[in-house]
């Protein structure tokens, strides 16, 4: 999907969140190769309440890179993000340690939109095994893969 394309899948309604269709299609967007840009602008429209109750956030495939996951991590310190999110998966993004280190910042600040979350994927990215360790350090009971 490319930044143009992404435009298409929103409302134009005035709340400017992201319309039925796109927040059923957030829940599971695998491997379609969003890339960084649009990881920003994912962020961006969840920031502004677009997924109020999910549970499982599944990127998984999607080359993120770390800006892009940093750009999450925003997103979920704005708290719109619903806070019933148990599973965060980010396997194969190009994630490295800045990204990882960003997640595992924000699960310190104990943020109430991360309250939930349970399990983070980030297997098959380029992240420390130390890092990775602090991760699954920073919440007793969270998986850390």
Do not use: K, Y
Request: hydrophobic letters at 45%.
């Amino acid at each position: 999907m490319h930044a143009s394309a992404w435009s298409l899948l929103t409302c134009d309604h005035p709340c400017n969140l992201p319309c039925n269709l796109l927040r059923n299609l957030l829940r599971n967007l695998l491997c379609v190769q969003l890339g960084s840009d649009v990881a920003h602008q994912l962020a961006e429209s969840l920031s502004r309440g677009g997924m109020p109750r999910i549970e499982q956030l599944l990127l998984n495939g999607n080359a993120l890179g770390s800006n892009g996951t940093i750009a999450l991590v925003d997103a979920f310190r704005s708290g719109a993000i619903s806070r019933n999110l148990r599973v965060l998966n980010l396997h194969s993004n190009e994630i490295g340690n800045e990204g990882a280190a960003a997640l595992h910042d924000a699960l310190q600040q104990d943020l109430g939109t991360l309250a939930a979350l349970q399990e983070v994927n980030l297997a098959n990215n380029p992240i420390n095994a130390s890092v990775r360790q602090q991760l699954a350090a920073t919440r007793p009971g969270l998986v850390v893969r």
